[in-house]
Structure formats: structure tokens, C-alpha cells
């Protein structure tokens, strides 16, 4: 993977590269399901509004986020009185039952806890993120499973807040784009498929031309939980030479069983078959 992120976000402001960041995690984590920015319900911690699912760390709920571009800042520069956050003279006032979130643009504040894998602290039930741009931008390239994925979603960021509409949920994240696995040719049932599978790898071998991959479309129909990647479809496929190569079936394997975009580590996709088999 190529830094896209670094190179792409140059230029953006500080709360649009935090937004661009909460988009990316919806996509590969698929653990936030809306996400609004610049919250017209509230004035209090609006810069980033965002809803979880209701399983996992977050549990169903929902965060306001206040993003702050001020560097060189330390936790003895951020005063919290009567519901006030002041940071350099600038204050926010929040809701202390909701659930708050500070990110802010420093190396210089030290953590001690962590909330959706990044460093925290908390200072009067205030998550705080020390989080620099460099880091957001080596946090994006590490998430996606594609360079092409990243800048699309990083484009969409840009359609949402250019076209004043400031609301996503998950539902409207761009299609996972998958590399066809369709056969040039139909398939003909001519013999009787099992009825069921057990949930293991299944290869399936044979003399050239007798029939395998059609075999394989006949045991799909009858099992459609199953995963299914092919390394040949045809003498014409257009991405035959990329069908081949290792990162490209790990990759297309990863969509397939997380449903999102998000970068693939072997070990982990292991553990996650392992996972699924036992049950």
C-alpha cells in the first residue's frame, strides 16, 4: 500500500481530515452506522455526531466529537468548569451524560487507556485522542485493503460536506467493488450436487474442460453462505493476470468474509475460519 492518505489529505483542514478518518472506520470496521458532521441538534462537542452499532466496545451508542488543530498543547492547557472545556481561551460547552470525545492536534499529551484502537486519556469523563495529521494519515493507509478504496472514500468525504448534506450512514457508503466471479460461460446442471458441505476448504480438482467450475456454481447454489474465489474464468477475462497473484486473493477473500474494505492480515483471516468452522 502506497501513503495515499498523507498525499491526499494535504490541504484539507484538521476537522475534515478527523471526518475523513470516522468515514474510513465506518467503512473497513463497519462498526458506526451514521455519522453527521457539524451537528445542528446541539452546539456542544457538534464538530463530529456519530452512532455505533449495537454490539461490539460501543455497544450501541452514540458520540460527539470536538476536533481542535492546536499543537504543542498538554493536558494542564485544557480547564473544564461548570460544563466548559476551555483550551487557550476557546471554550465548548458540552452535556456531561453524553459521551464526549476530544481530538486534538498534539504530541503532548500522554495516554493511558485506549477507545476504538487509538490512544487515550480521560479528563472529567472527556475521551481525549491526541491525535497529529501525520498519524491520521498513517492510520487511513493501514485500514484499506486497496488504494483505490481509500480515495474513494475519501471522495466521498468530499461529495458529503461540498454538497452541504453532512450526514452518511453505513447503508450509503460506496459498493465494495469485488472482480467478477462469473464463468465467460453458462452452467448446465448434469449431475446431482450434495446437499450440504461441511464448513470446511473444499478444492475441487479435475482433467482441463471436464466440468469443474460448473461444479462449483451447482455446489454454490445449494450453499450460498459460501465463499467461493476463482482463479480462472475464462480465456477473455480482463483480470485474468490479476486473478493469480497472492494480495489479490487475499484481499477478495477479505471482502468476502468481513463484508468491508478494511486491509487483511493472513493470520487474522485464519483465526477468523478457524472461528467460524468450530461453530
Not at 492518505?5 to 476537522?15: D, E, F, H, M, V
Not at 497529529?132 to 460536506?161: V, Y
Not at 469485488?178 to 461441511?198: A, G, H, M, Y
Not at 455446489?219 to 477473455?236: C, H, L, M
Request: glycine share 4%; with cysteine; proline share 4%.
Amino acid at each position: 500500500m502506497g501513503k495515499v492518505a498523507r498525499n491526499s489529505l494535504k490541504g484539507y483542514t484538521y476537522q475534515q481530515s478527523v471526518f475523513i478518518l470516522f468515514l474510513s472506520i465506518m467503512d473497513t470496521e463497519r462498526n458506526i452506522t451514521k455519522i453527521e458532521v457539524e451537528a445542528l441538534d446541539t452546539k456542544n462537542f457538534d464538530d463530529i455526531y456519530f452512532e455505533c452499532i449495537s454490539s461490539g466496545e460501543q455497544d450501541g451508542l452514540s458520540y460527539r466529537v470536538q476536533a481542535k488543530n492546536y499543537p504543542d498543547t498538554s493536558l494542564e492547557d485544557i480547564v473544564i468548569s461548570n460544563n466548559v472545556m476551555t483550551i487557550k481561551g476557546n471554550n465548548n460547552r458540552f452535556v456531561p451524560t453524553d459521551n464526549n470525545i476530544l481530538i486534538i492536534n498534539t504530541t503532548l499529551i500522554g495516554t493511558t487507556d485506549t477507545f476504538m484502537g487509538f490512544p487515550c486519556t480521560k479528563l472529567n469523563n472527556i475521551i481525549v485522542i491526541p491525535l497529529t495529521p501525520e498519524q491520521i494519515a498513517n492510520k487511513m493507509d493501514n485500514m484499506f485493503n486497496t488504494d483505490a478504496r481509500e480515495l474513494q472514500i475519501i471522495h466521498k468525504a468530499d461529495d458529503i460536506t461540498e454538497n452541504a448534506k453532512f450526514v452518511i450512514t453505513i447503508n450509503e457508503l460506496p459498493e465494495l467493488i469485488q472482480i467478477s466471479n462469473d464463468l465467460e460461460n453458462e452452467t448446465i446442471l448434469l449431475r446431482n450436487v450434495p446437499d450440504s458441505f461441511e464448513h470446511t476448504i473444499t478444492f475441487i480438482e479435475g482433467k482441463p474442460g471436464v466440468g469443474k467450475s460448473h461444479f462449483v456454481n451447482e455446489i454454490y447454489e445449494k450453499n450460498p453462505d459460501a465463499i467461493v474465489y476463482r482463479f480462472w474464468t475464462g480465456s477473455q477475462d480482463p483480470n485474468k493476470n490479476k486473478r493469480i497473484r497472492f494480495e489479490t486473493f487475499i484481499s477478495e477473500i477479505g471482502i468476502k468474509v468481513y463484508g468491508s474494505s478494511k486491509k487483511v492480515y493472513i493470520d487474522e483471516l485464519v483465526n477468523t475460519y478457524d472461528a467460524i468452522s468450530d461453530k
